[in-house]
């Protein structure tokens, strides 16, 4: 009797375990757009179309086609693109950061080997207040750079561990550590840890609490709250680069962007 008993709680147990499971987030599919690039960025406010091709950047707005290169500091690390007026380019490799205006045009450039105090910047984004957020691995602290006056002011004490991804809203920079712990960090310097992250290949936070990430060519949403992650059912096999604003995952596969509506839980 102990034995019968015993079968049907592994029963119950196996049979909830495949209904956790086979929860999923199912994907509309909307359109798919032909692109030549060779990396696929993502989409601005205005929902006009970033890329990477030859290491030149490429906008396209609407039947203009904007474009920026510049040989002289080598590969593109990083595009920040959240105010199409005033784009971050980040050039890890020569520790330069450049601006530009909404046609790609040069506004500014930054050179941190010029710094007084030497930086070897390893993150960038943009930030509230004509400022740049940067991290620098010599002294392991976030700052603020002010573009206007030329100035840092850094905000953090020195980082347990290195930055393996990082994001900002302008008002917070988010960045999770090797240790795959996701923090954020204010204009005014308050620290907050907000959850340990699954192990991912490429991820992206979003507004609503949740990230979005693929490891192995598999497509999640993970919940920062409840800790939980639900599988995105779509089509594709292999992942090159996605994208997620505003309710819409754009996955970018062999030069095709197949645009997916979905709802996050």
Known sequence: MAIKKSV??????????????????????????LVSCDHFLGFDNQNKLYTLKNNIL??????????????SLGKITNV?????????????????????????????K???NLHTTPLTIEAVALSSQNQIWLYDSISSKIGLYNVNTNTTKWISTMLDNPILH????????YWMDTNLDLFRISIF??????????????????????????????????NLKTKKSSKIAIEEKI????????????????????NYKIILP
């Open 166 to 173: 990082y994001e900002s809203d302008y008002t917070h920079l």
């Open 110 to 112: 930054i050179d941190f």
């Open 80 to 108: 920040d693109f959240q105010n199409p007026l005033q784009i971050v380019v980040f050039y890890k490799n020569f520790n330069t950061v450049i601006l530009l205006d909404n046609q790609l045009n040069e506004i500014k």
């Open 189 to 222: 310097g308050a620290i907050e840890k907000i959850a340990n992250h699954p192990k991912f290949d490429s991820v992206q936070l979003t507004k609503n609490g949740h990230s979005i990430y693929v490891v192995e060519n598999q497509l999640f949403s993970y």
């Open 58 to 71: 490429t906008k396209n707005s609407d039947s203009t086609i904007y474009q920026y290169n510049n040989l």
């Open 239 to 258: 992942i090159s680069k996605f994208f997620f604003k505003d309710g819409i995952l754009s996955i970018f596969t062999q030069n095709e962007i197949t």
């Open 8 to 33: 049907f709680i592994l029963i119950i147990n196996f049979f909830c375990f495949s209904i956790q499971a086979q929860e999923m987030i199912f994907a509309t599919q909307l359109n798919k757009v």
